[in-house]
Nanobody, 124 residues
Framework: QVQLVESGGGLVQAGDSLTLSCGIS????????MAWFRQAPGKEREFTAG????????TYGDSVKGRFTISRDNAKNTVYLQMNSLKPEDTAVYYC?????????????????WGRGTQVTVSS
């Protein structure tokens, strides 16, 4: 069983930066594709960013491309989401997700494990 715990959320102003962390309770995460999703009130859970187990392949949702950066440290069993130039529309609960395969996708169904989420609120 894999457990994911997000941290780093909070209240920031538009234009600020924030880094989210996802701690993974597993002996190794080297074979898991990891991703961040987000869900705003009344909206569907949205793919935000994904990273392969080597870190060599990353993908981003269109709305965050160029502003957010996903990275991972397998030695620390941690995945990060660096968020820059935050906008009020980035306000959401951010979830960390893990797939049981090295291959990831953009659908919620592609992922096997989820954290409980961390709230990010961006004020204008």
């Amino acid at each position: 069983q894999v457990q994911l715990v997000e941290s780093g959320g909070g209240l920031v102003q538009a234009g600020d930066s924030l880094t989210l962390s996802c701690g993974i309770s597993k002996a190794t995460i080297s074979n898991n594709f990891m991703a961040w999703f987000r869900q705003a009130p009344g909206k569907e859970r949205e793919f935000t960013a994904g990273i392969s187990w080597t870190g060599s392949r990353t993908t981003y949702g269109d709305s965050v491309k160029g502003r957010f950066t996903i990275s991972r440290d397998n030695a620390k069993n941690t995945v990060y989401l660096q968020m820059n130039s935050l906008k009020p529309e980035d306000t959401a609960v951010y979830y960390c997700a893990a797939a049981d395969t090295p291959f990831g996708g953009r659908l919620k169904e592609d992922y096997d494990y989820w954290g409980r989420g961390t709230q990010v609120t961006v004020s204008s």
